[in-house]
């Protein structure tokens, strides 16, 4: 049986919580930390912010992110995408940049409107 | 000789500074009967929240996620909606008050020089990083030594990475986000070492930006050697004890190009070099009366420009009542003679903002944002006016990274005049 | 075939270089790096020494006093930044109090013009930082502090008006004499054939030596100094330089104003082998710190915004060596230049021209000399007037890249195209000062790398710091390679 530990970010306590492969958690202080350690394990997000080549006056980078958390394992696969785009100005917060990045039906969106 | 006198301007309120916190202010400090002018220094508007592509900001002023852009397009475009005057690329190089207004002395290479009379000045010029010099870092002079935020604008503006492999000095925030991002980018992030035993940054970004990607933090460490003829080449770094000094014995050695520097930010109150405008030693910022007004009438200060602020939330929530108070002055509702009651941090508190409520002015309710010199999991911060306690709030958590803040309101105080202390009391 | 070839960009070398060039003669300056006055030039304490240290019939006594009378002419012509500051000797104890009475005899013998003695209440009058506990001090009115690199800058720019010629980058490897003259060999590549050597290398002149001598006459032991720099917002802390007493160790730990308002602490001393360590030290800088105080009071140590430090060209012949070699006299060592040097230079030049090449007078003078240099006065000297005036005629004028020491773009793209230019963050910082003030550059840097690279036509990430091949960027992101 394995153990894996990791410390919740659901609150600032940061409780040090550890999960077996039956998925027991222990070391958490609340109910929020049991689904956080489950969902670490089982299958973990993030949001990935970063930028995508643009042709503007103004810079040469726009700032983006995926539309909601996607797979923690896909993160590099995401870089991966955003390094073949580029955009061209203007571009609006919220445009799309890639639509449904990698078949996962999550979106990378601009976040910065870059006009000129 | 035919004479350029350069553009001259009357405005009622200059705002220093077109980011979080410029912005904010002079949202709240414009109405119909006033005239107010933002100066930015850069292209555009929002100041380094452009450059601040993560997310969590906003989560208190409007209860979402936002990354740095997203967060600042939401007040360019009230900003705009309001019809603001504003001037971009601009420098303002110096302020002066010879008789009854200031004159704001600014460039850019349209208007040239730009003199700008006022009656209230705005400082939201954000913050500087500490520098190697400032922190003394001994070793080589090479190249690869660069200030995080530096190396965050080089990488998500410009496009370019400072270097391929990393060792970052400081887990504050900016140091943890650039782990995550230069190792996003394709570069090796060896390490961060931190000074003090805790890291001062979110405990969320110590497992999304370190742990995630294996990246180790060494607690009570800090750099004492660089070495390298050209570009750096290799770093040590030792355990220190509880006064600071490096261990003798626990050097550690790593190859790398690239040194970050996370070590600390200083408002920036340089424009005030010709006035006398009071700091504090401890912030570095303007010292600030619950109106966020300085010692000089009419000149007041907010965000990164008068304290450093973990949050940018903070920022525009102060930034805002700052402006409202200069909208105030403009109009002559705030009564020019002072009478201030001084706030003074005691056992355990650094330092609060504002440092003193002017009693002349005092009918609202007055937020005291300060920080404490140490990390605790509970505590209680006490209000006092000599031994009269007048206040009481317990905490969790509290840390020296985080702001903390509480609220006075006039009918608590006993007097007019015994100063007011606040103390943190931890079991 | 060239009459002169100079090596070393120093301000040694640079004046030599200039004073030749009032002859009708061909020169050429030879520095190896890619910029001049990069070595002991660039980190110094910057004074102009009265001559009241250097031991009486010394060669370093007879230049350095010289030389402390040739600045205020060099500066008006070089248009070189200088204040007449003055210095105080500071004596602590009877021991000190007793050396500071011979030095006081000292500075007579070596022929310092002004020079007093003073005791505790009249120097504090004058010097309200100075540190409590003085007991007498030795007032130097004639003292002065320059700009160091701006001499050598200076001093290389006219000399090219004049028809002098250099080249950066260009590192000596090998001397061979031959009959008359010498052939120098520049990076392995490159041989010139010159009639004279005048070696001007710094810590590196024992090793030119010894392509020409047999037996070395003086060996380089260089000496490591580190400094502090106070933000110039303590402008007026001190006005004037403060010396401990000197002891056998070197003129110890000073307190030094600057010409933009800042002001240095140090140096420290200390020998090394090695040629290029220029490390700082926390255990040094903390030295610095106890000794600064024994000097002046309130030392506003938060101020601090830099630490660097450098290396003096000390031999060990204990005086300059400067003296014709013994086989091949064509071959001028211009040697051991550590402490009073920079004070000294415009007399070394002057005593290399005029004492050892051209004893006999047969070198023809120019008849159209032109002795000063054309110098824009810098944005933020310019009054408002000059500043719209400036702005008229070229409007980049109104773009402030640095704000801490108000540099306009307009400066940095004349900087990048000047004679003497050196295309680096760092050579970009010795000419206009961007990136000197409190935030060390840390929000022009980005700017100054963009304008760099537009002007010369290179990606930033080919933009070097300071030497060849130290870029600041590793690679541009999101390009397929």
Request: a negative charge; charged letters at 25%.
């Amino acid at each position: 049986m394995s153990v894996k530990s990791m410390i919740c970010i659901v609150c600032p306590v940061g409780c040090h919580v550890s999960i077996d492969d039956n998925h027991t958690v222990t070391g958490n202080r609340c109910k929020r930390g049991e689904t956080y350690a489950i969902k670490e394990v089982t299958n973990p997000t993030r949001m990935i912010t970063s930028t995508v080549k643009i042709k503007s006056n103004l810079t040469t980078r726009l700032s983006v992110k995926t539309s909601e958390p996607i797979a923690k394992t896909l993160i590099f696969e995401v870089m991966d995408a955003l390094n073949s785009v580029e955009m061209q100005a203007p571009v609006s917060t919220d445009d799309v940049v890639i639509k449904n990045v990698l078949d996962t039906g999550i979106d990378i969106l601009a976040t910065r409107t870059i006009l000129e | 000789m035919e004479r350029n006198e350069g553009e001259t301007m009357n405005v009622d309120i200059v705002v220093i500074g077109g980011g979080a916190s410029g912005l904010a202010a002079a949202l709240s400090a414009k109405d119909e009967t006033n005239s107010v002018i933002v100066l930015e220094r850069e292209h555009v508007l929002g100041g380094i929240l452009n450059q601040c592509i993560h997310n969590g900001f906003g989560l208190h002023v409007f209860r979402e996620e936002l990354t740095g852009p997203e967060y600042a397009s939401r007040f360019i475009e009230k900003f705009h909606a309001e019809n603001i005057d504003y001037k971009l690329d601009t420098t303002v190089l110096s302020i002066n008050k010879p008789d009854d207004c200031f004159i704001v002395e600014a460039y850019n290479n349209e208007d040239g020089a730009l003199t700008i009379h006022a009656k209230a000045v705005i400082l939201s010029s954000g913050c500087y990083e500490r520098t190697r010099g400032q922190i003394k870092l001994p070793g080589a002079r090479v190249a690869g030594i660069m200030p995080a935020g530096s190396a965050q604008r080089y990488l998500n503006i410009d496009g370019y990475l400072a270097g391929k492999d990393v060792f970052i000095l400081g887990s504050g925030d900016i140091g943890l986000i650039m782990a995550r991002r230069m190792t996003l980018e394709g570069a090796k992030v060896h390490g961060v070492a931190e000074l003090m035993p805790y890291s001062n940054g979110l405990t969320r970004n110590i497992v999304q930006c370190l742990h995630d990607f294996d990246i180790p933090l060494y607690l009570s460490h800090t750099v004492t050697d660089i070495k390298g003829t050209k570009r750096l080449e290799e770093i040590t770094i030792q355990e220190v004890d509880e006064n600071y000094q490096p261990i003798a014995g626990t050097e550690k050695k790593f190859s790398v190009d690239t040194l970050l520097l996370s070590v600390g930010l200083v408002p920036d109150t340089m424009v005030f070099e010709s006035m006398d405008l009071t700091l504090s030693p401890i912030t570095k910022g303007a010292i600030v009366d619950h109106t966020y007004q300085s010692n000089i009438p009419g000149i007041f200060a907010c965000g990164n420009a008068l304290h450093v602020h973990d949050l940018v939330d903070w920022v525009t929530i102060e930034s805002e009542k700052a402006g409202a108070s200069a909208k105030r002055y403009v109009a002559g509702e705030i009564k020019e003679e002072r009478n201030n009651l001084t706030i003074e941090p005691r056992e355990g508190i650094r330092y609060t903002v504002p440092q003193s409520i002017d009693m002349n002015n005092f009918k609202e309710p007055v937020t005291v944002m300060f920080r404490v010199t140490n990390k605790y999991d509970v505590g209680t911060f006490t209000v006092k006016q000599g031994d009269t306690i007048i206040q009481q709030k317990k905490a969790r958590f509290i840390a020296p990274a985080e702001m903390e803040s509480l609220m006075i309101k006039p009918e608590q105080l006993i007097d007019q005049t015994t100063p007011i202390t606040i103390e943190l009391e931890v079991k | 075939m060239l009459d002169y070839v100079i090596i070393g960009g120093g301000v040694v070398g640079t004046l030599i270089a200039r004073e030749l060039s009032k002859y009708e003669v061909s020169i050429l300056l030879l520095e190896k790096e890619n910029d001049i006055g990069n070595h002991a030039t660039l980190a110094n304490s910057a004074i102009i020494h009265s001559g009241h240290d250097p031991k009486p019939g010394s060669l370093k006594a007879q230049l350095c006093v010289r030389g402390n009378t040739m600045y205020e002419t060099l500066a008006k012509e070089l248009k070189i930044p200088l204040i007449f500051s003055g210095a105080f000797v500071v004596a602590r104890d009877q021991e000190e109090v007793d050396t500071l009475d011979l030095l006081y005899q000292r500075a007579l013998h070596n022929g310092v013009k002004e020079v007093a003695l003073l005791d505790a209440d009249e120097a504090q009058n004058r010097e309200g930082n100075l540190a409590d506990g003085v007991l007498k001090v030795l007032d130097l009115p004639t003292t002065k502090v320059t700009y160091p690199w701006e001499v050598a800058i200076a001093a290389l720019e006219n000399a090219l008006l004049n028809g002098a010629q250099f080249k950066t980058n260009a590192k000596v490897t090998k001397i061979s004499p031959v009959n008359d003259h010498f052939i120098v060999e520049i990076n392995q590549q490159e041989e010139i054939e010159a009639r004279y050597v005048i070696n001007a290398a710094g810590v590196y002149a024992d090793e030119l030596a010894s392509f020409v001598e047999d037996d070395l006459p003086y060996r380089i032991t260089p000496r490591r100094g580190e400094y502090f720099v106070l933000d110039k917002k303590v402008k007026g802390f001190v006005e004037r330089v403060l010396y401990p007493v000197p002891s056998d160790k070197g003129k110890g730990v000073l307190v030094v104003p600057q010409v933009h308002g800042n002001i240095l602490l140090g140096p420290t001393s200390e020998f090394q082998d090695a040629k290029e360590n220029r490390d700082n030290h926390s255990d040094h800088l903390n030295w610095i710190r106890r000794d600064s105080e024994k000097l002046a009071k309130n030392i506003p140590f938060d101020q601090i915004i830099r630490t660097f430090s450098g290396l003096r060209a000390t031999s060990t012949y204990h005086d300059f060596y400067i003296q014709p070699a013994k086989k091949h006299p064509q071959f001028i060592h211009v040697a051991g230049i550590d402490s009073p040097g920079l004070t000294a230079a415009p007399a070394i030049a002057e005593y290399v021209v005029k004492t050892l090449l051209n004893r006999d007078q047969r070198l023809p003078k120019k008849t159209d000399f032109n002795p000063n240099r054309v110098k824009k006065k810098p944005f933020y000297e310019s009054h408002f007037e000059e500043k719209l005036q400036l702005f008229k005629e070229d409007h980049r004028h109104g773009h402030i890249v640095c704000k801490c020491e108000r540099v306009t773009e307009a400066e940095v793209v004349a900087a990048i195209h000047s004679p003497v230019a050196s295309p680096t963050i760092k050579g970009i910082k010795k000419r206009v000062r961007a990136g000197s003030g409190l935030c060390q550059g840390g929000y022009c840097e980005n700017t100054i790398v963009k304008i760099i690279a537009r002007e010369l036509n290179i990606p930033i990430s080919e933009v070097d710091y300071y030497e060849k091949e130290t870029p600041i960027l590793w690679k541009e992101t999101k390009v397929k390679r």
